[in-house]
Nanobody, 115 residues
Framework: QVRLAESGGGSVQTGGSLRLSCSVYGSRSLINGLDWYRQAPGKERELVAAFTFDGRTNYADSVKGRFTVSRGDEKYTVYLQMNSLKPEDTAVYYC?????????WGQGTQVTVSS
């Protein structure tokens, strides 16, 4: 079993920055990376960034150049640094881990960007 714990959401103005973190607990050795998703009100959940523990990253076009995924000193903590935030970035952000057909989600953290 894997458990994900997120933190770091909040409210900022346009152009501000936030850093989210996701820590993995439990059977951590099963997974090889974490993904960040977000879901805005009335919209489907969408992939924001994908990260593997060997350092590969992939970003949605809407966040390229503004968001950065990185690993902390502790292998199973992953950060999502969000800069130049826009109102359209407002959403609940989730981290996701997967192993085979098993998928685990964090509890979500709210990010609100005001104009």
């Amino acid at each position: 079993q894997v458990r994900l714990a997120e933190s770091g959401g909040g409210s900022v103005q346009t152009g501000g920055s936030l850093r989210l973190s996701c820590s993995v607990y439990g059977s951590r050795s099963l997974i090889n990376g974490l993904d960040w998703y977000r879901q805005a009100p009335g919209k489907e959940r969408e992939l924001v960034a994908a990260f593997t523990f060997d350092g590969r990253t992939n970003y949605a076009d809407s966040v390229k150049g503004r968001f950065t995924v990185s690993r902390g000193d502790e292998k199973y903590t992953v950060y999502l640094q969000m800069n130049s935030l826009k109102p359209e970035d407002t959403a609940v952000y989730y981290c996701k881990a997967q192993w085979a057909q098993h998928i685990w989600w964090g509890q979500g953290t709210q990010v609100t960007v005001s104009s």
